[in-house]
């Protein structure tokens, strides 16, 4: 039988491993909201400490026994957070991030929501003088090497966050009204933004691969590039202003580390894969099932499967938080048939699991998966 470690390195090569690979908790959007994971934990009798990353959107770090039990191949690698002038608590439910970018919890949600974009009305010259967390600094990656080490010598997969979403992080620090203005009439701005939250990002993945880059194995980027139904820019708009950010930050990435990359974008984004693949990404996440143009996954295979491996695919939209067990099972073996043949599919849910969704079906997803992900695939 393959470690687990194995198993994924197998799939990511295009060939068949003993069986699926699956992540679970191995990143912030394979894991679940802390409600969630409360409920999770109710349900199998355990009592431990809720602990957590990316306090806006309350990721969960799961405990090893949970991720043991329901077979996850992968265990994440998290950088410390960035020191910054601007971070601070403003109340129980209303903080300001490293950012300087203002959340607030509204009543009835299980996660943040920006209330304030500390860049909406900045000007070019605004850029350089603003305060920007120190993403490089070298208590953000102080112990990552031991703690990757430990993790390949316990037989699973590297995972490391990179922290790398420049689009995504244009239009928090923007707003996203003002900063598609700025990608339609203002390319001056949109360039000067991108290319700061580039530079800063680039700085932090090195310092980060410089640490660990040689226990690596997969390691995470993405920018959020896609609504339910088209990507947010065309197909002519993301080639000239943002792929050759993409292009810069994966090629310094692969300059430095064997890791395969993993980019994750929600939405259907389908008419910007090939020139994501030309970016030089290895893996798609999350492959958001429940969008336009994203849920024929046998297709996204037949298309696309040759050039890229595919993590992610289990619906969180309908399925999971509405179906019936025998739904989830059926959706998970739905997804093994078409993505898993030939290896290039670690499975997973489509994003992190939020707290409608039942801690049976959570369960059903990974016993199936466990059962049906056997190769050669039989479903």
């Given at each position: ?24 908790g191995t990143?912030?959007?394979?894991t ?12 199998l009798?355990l ?13 969960s ?8 039990r329901f077979h ?23 903080f ?20 304030d ?30 703690k ?43 360039h ?12 932090a ?85 429940a ?36 739904d ?52």
């Amino acid at each position: 039988m393959m470690t687990s470690r194995e198993r994924v390195l197998c799939a990511l090569n295009h060939e068949e491993p003993d069986r699926v690979p699956v992540f679970f908790g191995t990143s912030g959007v394979t894991t679940m909201n802390t409600a969630a994971y409360d409920r999770l934990k109710a349900h199998l009798g355990l009592h431990t400490e809720m602990r957590a990353f990316w306090r806006a959107l309350q990721y969960s770090l799961l405990d090893e026994e949970v991720m043991v039990r329901f077979h996850s191949d992968g265990r994440p690698l998290i950088a410390g957070p960035a020191p910054s002038p601007l971070s601070r608590d403003i109340a129980p439910d209303r903080f300001v991030d490293a950012w300087g970018i203002t959340w607030q919890l509204q009543a009835g949600n299980h996660y943040f929501d920006i209330a304030d974009w500390p860049l909406k009305d900045a000007s070019v010259g605004a850029i350089q003088r603003y305060p920007w967390p120190d993403l490089a600094h070298p208590s953000r990656f102080a112990g990552l090497k031991e703690k990757a080490r430990a993790i390949r010598e316990a037989g699973y997969a590297v995972v490391a966050l990179s922290g790398i979403s420049p689009f995504e992080y244009s239009y928090m620090l923007r707003g996203m009204d003002r900063w598609f203005l700025d990608l339609g009439a203002d390319h001056e701005f949109v360039h000067a933004l991108m290319r700061k939250l580039t530079d800063l990002m680039r700085s932090a993945v090195e310092r980060l691969l410089e640490e660990a880059g040689e226990y690596i194995d997969v390691l995470i980027m993405g920018d959020d590039l896609g609504s339910q139904r088209a990507p947010f820019i065309s197909t002519a708009m993301y080639r000239e202003l943002i792929k050759p950010y993409h292009c810069e930050l994966v090629s310094a990435i692969k300059e430095r580390t064997q890791a395969r990359i993993l980019y994750h974008s929600d939405g259907n984004i389908y008419p910007l894969l090939n020139d994501l693949i030309e970016t030089g990404i290895d893996v798609l996440n999350p492959v958001h099932v429940a969008a336009r143009d994203m849920g024929d996954t046998a297709r996204l295979k037949r298309e696309f499967g040759s050039r890229l491996s595919f993590c992610g695919a289990i619906d969180t939209q309908q399925v999971l938080p509405h179906g019936t067990t025998d739904d989830v099972r059926s959706e998970v073996r739905r997804r093994i048939k078409d993505l898993a043949p030939g290896g290039g599919y670690i499975l997973a849910s489509v994003h992190c699991i939020q707290p409608d969704v039942p801690p049976e079906n959570v369960c059903a997803l990974f016993e199936e998966a466990f059962v049906a992900g056997r190769y050669p695939i039989a479903v």
